[in-house]
């Protein structure tokens, strides 16, 4: 698998795993019953989804897995504000740039 397509599976898998979470947490706080089955359904079907699509590959596992890390971070970010209006915090930014740091220095490195 290249480089390129990796990167794609993994911002795939970020998106249905954040997208799952999100989807759970939404289910969680619904007041209607048939709406909170719906949101738990399709949230099952997103992570399944997800779990499928990150092991799914004949990669690295702890290389590729500590790149997705970044992936679900920015893409958790970006989830938490555009549908829950949760922007990050300073700290939370200052953390992310720890973690961006550590997923270039994991694609960098030599195997």
Do not use: C
């Not at 092991?55 to 549908?83: C, E, H, K, M």
């Amino acid at each position: 698998m290249n480089r390129t397509v990796a990167i794609l599976v993994l911002i795939v898998a970020a998106s249905l795993e954040a997208g799952g979470d999100a989807l759970m947490r939404i289910g969680l706080h619904s007041n209607v019953l048939w709406s909170r089955l719906a949101f738990f359904a399709v949230a099952a079907v997103a992570l399944f989804a997800y779990g499928w699509t990150v092991n799914a590959p004949p990669w690295d596992f702890g290389r590729l897995l500590g790149l997705y890390v970044v992936f679900f971070f920015l893409i958790s970010q970006i989830t938490a504000w555009l549908v829950f209006k949760q922007a990050p915090s300073t700290m939370v930014l200052i953390g992310g740039g720890l973690i961006l740091a550590g997923g270039i220095v994991i694609s960098l490195a030599k195997v």
